[in-house]
């Protein structure tokens, strides 16, 4: 039989990269590709034990249906790290159903979304779904240019961005940057989609200002707990001005009923104690080791010509390459030397950077990384004494 | 900040009915309102010895994120059940979700979906959002009539069923019905979605064909593992044909990448040693004598006039009040007595029909069913003799 997919449906394919990705799960391969976080920071003693807590104690909770806003002493702990009211959080169910319900209730056909260049490549899949217009900002290391928010952006549906080591680029916002943006957003009456699940991994423990800790009612703030707990929870939130935070829910009821209680229930039972402050310093040594490994690395092996940043936090550094050189098209011929990455083009709303790429060194061990990395800078110095791969 | 909602948000509201029943909630009254399980049903002792040994055992496939189709073993474990090949099976985020992401991926705005008389109030919901003309097909208590596929129904999105003890009505469709139903919609090459939550819980155990079985490439099957396991997993699946199913995969990556690793392998471990067998006979059962209860005291004490079905399966009763009557008006009265009922005009997507309600007997023990439909009895007598209640 044939079936017709609905025209936003239609929009959907598959990429071939990740056709090329599906083979890194190969051990041999040293993937820079995942954005997963390392399974071994994992607090699965403490999930372990809070697992038994809630089995014994609190298992008709974890077990039946529950408020499709969340479970109540969850909200209650996220609004107290965030010092807000809970009536503004609602748990989701990671923080993608963030961006796709936010997608749904916010975006009309043809209504304009403004995103960073480039952008975080599975808001752009959320959000495409229900058809926008996206309109890329101009961006520099410091995050999208405030001047951009001028007239040409009047009606805009919103702005989506991610602030703190941002996915792909790793790049923080600074604090006066963060500042001017609000305001301009503010005095243009432009809401503001906050998206956060790297905030906490700043190397040095320094955490600045959220967007909307600077207007409360005028940023949509998403959360976490996939890169700080563990992402098999699927556990993440919404914080937003009442009104949204209301029509989001109606929305949510009707996409899942409510996030898992059991997941609800168990994370609360493993950071009511503040296991959390610890897991995050652990995470926090691991990913800073890492990074600084791969950066020592992309010194020692990269060819003149490749530039990349220096992240304080996060799981990614974004590569460039001489223009010229396609990081999509040298992909092929990097997995067939067991080395993964991904290519930056996807993560682009407007023009494409093809010579541009994100390494993810979050679940490589140092020395690995440091092969690695020396594999793609063999490669790339290739490419540009014109060697041709096919 | 004003915030303008999408179109399809602007639809969404909150019920008053919702806004009475959350009083229910109040220990003394006995609410027949809920959908929910009983949740002394709920395997809670396997379920914390899996928990156990999925620590032990399987921490990081439970803590990190997965493939969004599912967990494989839980995918192949469902199609064995359903012989089918597990590459047909996703698992959802509950079947809500997969209402949900059937909705996105096949309705356009004005798409006509048409639906049972009358029908699954959280379909109506999940759909709305993708703004369809739902068109209410003609039914008697075996279901849709076959013969309402017809010309006027030609080019329709899908035909949305539960074919086992619907909600809210409790009716299952003969096998006769099935096949005439699957017969014309193949014969238009019209797609079926099978919403199939209660169909483990016939009393007597009996099995009818699933539509699917009957024409596996023209029907979308949506099962669940809320009426028979726990809820509070929010763990449902979709079996579909394999381009069904693929463009609903993209469409559940965007929507939250995948459901819960943890929920997933928790319920596998849960089921892979027949634990579900065993555990649907007590849930059967249980619902058995509930129901056994709640129609011998409608029989007992409700007034001349009033008619109800009697359901073999599943969770409901749908009463008919004389004609004139209005349920929905007169809820406030039976909240006010400490007796709750769903009024059942909602559930109509066509002409509402204010003299029904549903009755759900699944979490109320047989002496407060007796007591409670004495209440409502005594109401309903009320009403008739012409009393008004303000």
Redesign the interface.
Known sequence: ?????????QA???SAIREILKVTERPEVISFAGG?PA?ES?P?DA??RA??RV??RM????????PTEGYAPLREWIAARHGTDPARVVVT??S??G??LLG?????PG?TVLVETPTYL?AL??F???EPAFRALPSDDDGPLPAALDESTAGA?FLYAQPNFQNPTGRRMPVARRADLVRRA?ER?L?IVEDDPYGELAYDGERLPTLRSLNP??VAYLGSF?KIL?????LGYLIA?P??AA?FV??K???????????QV?AYESVRDGLLDEQIERVRARYAAQCGAMLDALARHMPAGVQWNRPRGGMFIWLTLPAGLDAGALLAEAVARNVAYVPGAAFYAGPQEANTLRLSFATVPPVRIEQGVAVLAGLFAEALAGVRFV
Chains 1, 2 share one sequence.
């Open positions: 039989m044939h079936i017709e997919f609905s025209r936003r449906a959907l394919t598959s997963l399974p994992f699965t999930l372990a697992s038994v089995f014994a298992a008709y909770t974890a077990l039946q249906y529950g169910t990671g993608q159903q961006l796709d749904k209730v916010l975006i009309d209504s599975g899949q959320a495409s779904l229900y549906c503010q009456g809401l009612d005028g996939s563990a992402p098999g929870l699927r001005p009104a949204l029509k109606q929305a009821q009707a996409a899942d009923l409510h996030t898992p209680s059991l997941t168990l």
